[in-house]
Nanobody, 123 residues
Framework: QVQLVESGGGLVQAGGSLRLSCAASGRTFSSYAMGWFRQAPGKEREFVAAISWSGGSTRYAESVKGRFTISRDNARNTVYLQMNSLKPEDTAVYYC????????????????WGQGTQVTVSS
């Protein structure tokens, strides 16, 4: 099982950028598809972005398309989420998830999860 640790969250003004990182332990990171999710206060956790084990395929929620970019560095056992043009509605705790397939990496539930990192976007 893979262990995940997110970092890079913080407070940013609307229109600003942040890059989140998710560092994974274990030698099998490159075999996992990875997903980013977020959960705002009082709301359910929702899918944000996902990437295949090779990095060749990606998926995005409609709300972040064109603003967020997911990438991975298998040599560093790390997946990233570059977030640009941030909006107050992007405020949430962001989680990464490891899954065996890209199709499973876009759904809430299952897989291995990190503890989350807080992103707050002020207006």
């Amino acid at each position: 099982q893979v262990q995940l640790v997110e970092s890079g969250g913080g407070l940013v003004q609307a229109g600003g950028s942040l890059r989140l990182s998710c560092a994974a332990s274990g030698r099998t990171f490159s075999s996992y598809a990875m997903g980013w999710f977020r959960q705002a206060p009082g709301k359910e956790r929702e899918f944000v972005a996902a990437i295949s084990w090779s990095g060749g395929s990606t998926r995005y929620a409609e709300s972040v398309k064109g603003r967020f970019t997911i990438s991975r560095d298998n040599a560093r056992n790390t997946v990233y989420l570059q977030m640009n043009s941030l909006k107050p509605e992007d405020t949430a705790v962001y989680y990464c998830k490891a899954e065996r397939s890209l199709s499973q990496s876009v759904v809430v539930g299952g897989g291995s999860w990190g503890q989350g990192t807080q992103v707050t976007v002020s207006s």
